[in-house]
């Protein structure tokens, strides 16, 4: 069955400790990027990968790191979670460069107290 | 980042009326999709649009990308329980975006038995 797979589901922190949210994909997909949803604001892209080891900023990059080293792994990295951080957030993967329609996880509920 | 603005925010009706939703932009988009979120989980995909002034239909769902291609609108015929959730319009700009999409602020949707 094709699926992207984030980890945790949820997550409670406290502002300053260090986080990592794991998305696996396992549609040989190319190209794969992290979303956050807030209320009001829809779903605004944090940051895409268009291969391995080719990643590049989305339009909400600040406070975040994310790394590419294997096709099926896009992890993202809270280095110092703050509480504006509390978001609900989506990976999801594509098939190439021009595929339009990405496929998401089920989402990770972060809270940053 | 640029976002699309979606209308309306949220809707309330009765079991067997009509939907409708749209979405418009200040810019072109070479693609235009619609996803449906359900509590809990990740966005899916309902209709892709490809041309301007297409209209595709995908069962009591129909979707139009509007002549301009900056805006898009999607219907839900004969509304039923099960459509509830939150509908997602997304542009695509084409070219070496991948999976870059841009959304927009969602439409709730709630149906009364």
């Known amino acids: 069955e094709a699926q992207v797979t984030q980890n945790p589901r949820y997550l409670i922190t406290v502002t300053g400790k260090k986080l990592t949210v794991t998305c696996s994909q396992n549609m040989n997909h190319e190209y794969m990027s992290w979303y956050r949803q807030d209320p009001g604001l829809g779903l605004r892209q944090i940051y895409y990968s268009m291969n391995v080891e080719v990643t590049d900023k989305g339009d909400v990059p600040e406070g975040y790191k994310v790394s590419r080293k294997e096709k099926r792994n896009f992890p993202l990295i809270l280095e110092s979670p703050s509480p504006n951080q509390t978001s609900l957030y989506f990976c999801a993967s594509s098939d190439s460069l021009f595929e339009e329609k990405p496929f998401f996880g089920s989402g990770t509920q972060l809270s940053v107290l | 980042g640029q976002q699309l603005n979606q209308s309306p925010q949220s809707m309330f009706i009765q079991e067997g009326e009509d939907v409708s939703m749209n979405c418009t932009s200040s810019s072109i988009f070479n693609t235009w999709l619609w996803y449906k979120q359900e509590p809990g989980e990740g966005p899916v995909l309902l209709i892709a649009?490809?041309?301007?002034?297409e209209l595709t239909s995908n069962g009591r769902l129909t979707a139009q990308f509007g002549i301009t291609r900056k805006d898009s609108f999607l219907n839900i015929s004969a509304s039923i329980p099960s459509d509830v959730g939150i509908y997602f319009c997304a542009g695509h700009r084409g070219g070496n975006q991948g999976g870059k999409l841009i959304f927009g602020q969602g439409t709730e949707l709630s149906v009364k038995p």
């Open positions: 649009l490809y041309k301007a002034g």
